[in-house]
């Protein structure tokens, strides 16, 4: 994990402004696991960042001028002042701290990322259209769903979720409420439950439909990060490969299927509300296909059959895959030709 020094990019930053530039400081340190307390930036990209490459040879380049006033230079400076005055040294920038260029670093970042959010000591989520926190539906922001564009973004819902302490910025990087006080509205704009706003995702764990239903209305640059950007809110990781365009989502389903028996992978529904008009198989095309699935709930295999047999008639045979001894119902088979899953059945002598 690569990390900015807070107190060597804003000494570096001095020294430009002072014209008193003198030997290269290094503004990066790598950590297999931080020895100190970090925070992280969460935010919407524009067409103006800056890389890893950029900021690690600023001193040196002819066009430092021109990086240092882009907004996404901006951005982390503001951040690093930031971060100094709540006592933080090290700060993580997604657009500069990944090697963007390097594609096992990608991956292994992408991968990474939610527990990167999920471990900081804080969060600053930068939302640079608005000056106050939204009370309603804006026209401004039809675009978006009348919400801030922040809360449009693929990236920015696994970084709502994970880190416990999440203070929002406006444009002008001033203080405009925290995840905890807000809570409640930012469950009505987004669809994640309050009590993982509040308590994160340990205090209950969500359906794997749930989850893909949070993201359905949410965007991203590249198709395959509707699939990448899901990773670590449900669990799993498996590699990148940029050019798999919609196969990323389905690849990501079939990764769930073999460490998971949560079988509301399959209540997606086709319909006009759906972005893919069809699908090919039995497994959704799209997220947008889950759009519905807020309120779906995964039940243990017992609790499950539990409630079968209060609807079954008296003389209704408990399932045998699910005896009182049984864990519950093993999880998916998945090979390069097929699925299998098991089912829960039983008799019944007659249906009314």
Known sequence: MRLIIVDAFLERERQIQSGTVGAQLDVFEQYRVPRVDYCILSHRWTGNEVTYEEMRKLTKVDSRDEIRSRAGYQKILRSCEQAKRDDFKLLWVDTCCIDLLNGPETSDAINSMFQWYQKSKRCYAYLHDISVFP??????????????????????????????????????????????????????????????????????????????????????????????????????????????????????????????????????????????????????????????????????????????????????????????????????????GAIRHWHVVGKMTHYH
Request: net charge negative.
């Open 135 to 336: 009370a309603r539906r804006d026209e401004t922001f039809a675009r978006f769903n009348g919400w801030p564009e922040w809360f449009s973004r693929g990236w920015t819902l696994q970084e709502l979720v994970a880190p416990r302490d999440l203070q929002f910025f406006n444009k002008d990087w001033v203080g405009i409420g925290d995840k905890q006080s807000l809570a409640p509205k930012l469950a009505e704009i987004t669809k994640v439950p309050l009590c993982i706003l509040r308590d994160g995702l340990s205090s209950y764990r969500p359906s794997v439909a749930q989850v893909i239903s949070w993201a359905a209305d949410r965007n991203t640059t590249r198709a395959e990060d509707r699939a990448y950007s899901l990773l670590g809110l449900l669990g799993v990781s498996m590699p990148t490969l940029y050019g798999e365009e919609k196969g990323a989502f389905l690849r990501l389903q079939l990764e769930i299927m073999r460490t998971s028996n949560d079988q509301s992978i399959f209540a997606w529904k086709d319909s006009t509300t759906c972005d893919a008009r069809w699908s090919s198989g039995v497994l959704a095309d799209d997220p947008s296909c889950v759009r519905d699935c807020h309120d779906v709930i995964k039940m243990e295999a017992k609790e499950f059959c539990k409630g079968l047999l209060l609807l079954w008639e008296s003389d209704a045979k408990e399932p045998a895959m699910a005896s009182q001894e049984d864990d519950g119902i093993p999880a998916f088979t998945v090979t390069s």
